[in-house]
């Protein structure tokens, strides 16, 4: 049986969290409450937005080490994603379900990393995170992903549908991140 043969449970209806399986290890355990982004996928109803918010939270403290590291920790998320994606959705028995969030948290962080890049995380981090520009420059980025990650406009769709496993979870909302990154770019240069 491959991971296509699993159906995945409709994300528009409530669903619960499968278990974690009774006898699973103490690096399953970890790895399962990373997949579930930490406890922001839990929720029944749209884990994948509640696992973009608690993305977005966990990453603005992480925007102030400045660029290099939030690219290093972003690259990472992605690259260390596949497996946690891959091994949660192996605890759950089944693919992709939606409260693996892991996914969104990458694809968030993604998107956030113009930002970093552009001059959120210049000067006074913690001033300029408050300021009103900052706020909804963090919003429209948050659309932004959740939009290209909701609709799944080509190429998204073709990876959320062809491609397997840990990588197949990941792929969608990396390239999601990219393309939502592009169009904040693109609004960044006009409004500036």
């Not at 552009?118 to 300029?128: E, K, L, V």
């Amino acid at each position: 049986m491959t991971d296509h043969d699993l159906v995945k449970p409709d994300i528009r209806k409530a669903n619960d969290c499968p278990p974690l399986p009774v006898n699973a290890t103490l690096l399953d355990r970890t790895v399962y409450w990373l997949g579930l982004g930490l406890g922001s996928g839990l929720p029944r109803r749209a884990p994948g937005t509640w696992g973009t918010v608690g993305a977005l939270i966990v990453a603005i403290p992480l925007l102030s080490l400045g660029f290099i590291p939030f690219f290093i920790i972003t690259l990472l998320s992605c690259l260390l994603g596949i497996w946690i994606c891959d091994r949660t959705s192996n605890l759950m028995g089944g693919h992709d379900d939606p409260h693996i969030v892991w996914d969104e948290w990458a694809g968030m962080w993604l998107t956030l990393l113009p930002l970093s890049y552009m001059g959120i995380a210049d000067g006074d981090f913690w001033q300029n995170i408050t300021q009103m520009s900052s706020i909804i420059a963090l919003l429209i980025a948050f659309i932004l992903f959740r939009f290209f990650d909701i609709i799944k406009p080509p190429p998204i769709g073709w990876a959320d549908k062809k491609v397997a496993g840990g990588l197949g979870i990941m792929l969608d909302d990396i390239i999601a991140g990219i393309m939502a990154a592009a169009v904040w770019i693109v609004i960044y240069m006009i409004i500036t």
